[in-house]
């Protein structure tokens, strides 16, 4: 089946600092990924729908100035977790659907110091 | 808008039991799909079942089954003859035809003692 990698798989970082994660298609094209938030025992949340070659799509509650994403190719999205605080520890999936599935990433777990 | 409800926040079992996880659902769209997903303490989803609405055949795969109902808005999935190793977080999901993004439900953490 098509595979989704991320990385990286974990990230400490100092409160303030901004945060780059990737996600990519290996095997197949995606105009289209999402990124998900979980916290703790939580669920998956949906945060925004990455666009190759437009804007992403954020959920509401979601501070798009916060998380920027940029969906540069149609292998390849990121997502910025810019100045980031404590509260923003989490993780992070992404994925990306071909015609008839949707493939998940193994996560991204970041730890705001 | 889609919701999906898994009300079972937890579950324990002893191996070799069975066990049903509850998933119900929420939609307006007359085509949608239906997931589980288990999650590991790794974190990593692991797909188990997609189905669309039209199929509504119960499924069985090795020791899991699950249970299409919708009449009842219902997709519970059964694990016959537990092991350890099923011992995870269960995530029912729900997409609706139009939109590819997926909503899934609280998650039910299965833990399966020896």
């Given at each position: ?60 509650g979601v501070e798009k100035d916060k ?40 996560g991204t777990r970041l730890t705001v110091? | ?15 070799k039991e069975d066990v049903t996880l ?93």
């Open positions: 089946g098509a595979v989704v990698s991320q990385h990286p798989s974990r990230v400490i970082c100092k409160s303030g600092t901004s945060v780059k994660i990737e996600c990519r298609s290996l095997d197949f094209q995606a105009t289209t990924m999402f990124w998900y938030r979980q916290f703790p025992k939580q669920s998956l949340m949906l945060m925004a729908t990455s666009n190759e070659g437009s804007k992403a799509t954020y959920e509401q998380f920027l994403i940029n969906h540069a190719s149609l292998t390849l999205s990121t997502l910025t977790v810019t100045s980031a605080h404590p509260e923003d520890s989490s993780f992070y999936i992404c994925s990306a659907p071909d015609m008839y599935e949707q493939f998940f990433g193994p110091l | 808008a889609q919701k999906v409800t898994q009300a079972q926040t937890e579950i324990s079992v002893v191996e509850d998933c119900v659902y929420e939609t307006r769209d007359t085509t949608y799909y239906l997931f589980w997903y288990k999650q590991p303490p790794s974190g990593e989803l692991v797909f188990l079942i997609r189905r669309n609405s039209f199929d509504e055949q119960n499924e069985i795969s090795g020791r899991y089954s699950w249970n299409f109902q919708k009449s009842t808005s219902s997709f519970n999935f059964t694990i016959t003859a537990s092991q350890v190793v099923d011992s995870a977080v269960y995530f029912c999901a729900l997409s609706e035809y139009n939109n590819n993004d997926m909503r899934f439900g609280a998650g039910t953490r299965l833990t399966v003692k020896p």
